[in-house]
């Protein structure tokens, strides 16, 4: 089955802590995107990856980390430094060169 | 940046009816806009996309209208069944060296009552 997995599907983060969430995808894809959702709010992108060992910056970066050292994975870290980091986080993936975007089922993150 | 505004927020409508959804966007070189359908706790799901070249698409119940000189796009869902029952995103895209960043409008909430 191809597809976008992300891990876990709830996550905790503890004051000061940083947490790594995982986005794995097997479709071949070159792109990877980080999201976050927020209620009553459309995605807002964090960072996004057109290809390995590359990253750009999106509208909402700071307070967060990424790393693309392989093609199929792309974890985002939620650092201390992002003060308030409870939202819903969505990893999509697309085609080099094309704007179609496929999402994760989303990991929930809250704080303790 | 582009900036995509949707309306309205939340949408009820009975089931058979038709739901329409309107999003404007501010850049005028934005070249392709998706829809997608989000159920709780799931991520989003594309449901149609519509390219500038194009005015207007359909797939069975759902269809897209976009009007380039005014900068606004449309989906039009007709004969509405409770499984319709979700949030729903439009998303505008630049080409260029945006290709593949989507600006993402708030979302409507869609209800469809049986």
């Known amino acids: 089955d191809g597809g976008i997995t992300q891990s876990p599907k709830y996550l905790f983060r503890k004051e000061g802590q940083n947490v790594t969430l995982s986005c794995e995808q097997n479709?071949?894809?070159?792109?990877m995107y980080w999201y976050r959702q927020d209620p009553g709010q459309g995605l807002r992108l964090i960072y996004y990856?057109?290809?390995?060992?590359?990253?750009q910056k999106g509208d909402i970066a700071e307070g967060y980390s990424v790393s693309r050292e392989k093609k199929e994975s792309f974890p985002l870290t939620v650092t201390s430094a992002q003060k308030n980091p409870t939202a819903f986080y969505l990893c999509a993936s697309s085609i080099g060169g094309r704007n179609i975007q496929y999402f994760g089922a989303g990991t929930r993150l809250s704080v303790l | 940046g582009e900036n995509v505004e949707q309306h309205p927020s939340t949408l009820s409508v009975q089931e058979g009816d038709s739901a329409v959804i309107k999003c404007t966007y501010s850049?005028?070189?934005?070249?392709?806009f998706p829809w997608y359908k989000q159920e709780l706790g799931k991520g989003p799901q594309l449901i149609i996309d519509?390219?500038?070249?194009?005015g207007e698409k359909k797939d069975q119940r759902i269809a897209v209208t976009l009007n380039k000189t005014a900068k606004h796009f449309s989906l039009h869902i007709t004969e509405t069944q409770p499984e319709d029952s979700a949030v729903y995103f439009c998303a505008a895209s630049l080409g260029g060296t945006s290709y593949g960043k989507l600006t993402f409008g708030q979302g409507t909430i869609l209800t469809v009552h049986p």
């Open positions: 990856s057109q290809i390995v060992n590359d990253f």
């Open positions: 850049d005028s070189a934005s070249n392709y």
């Open positions: 479709l071949n894809h070159d792109a």
């Open positions: 519509i390219r500038s070249n194009v």
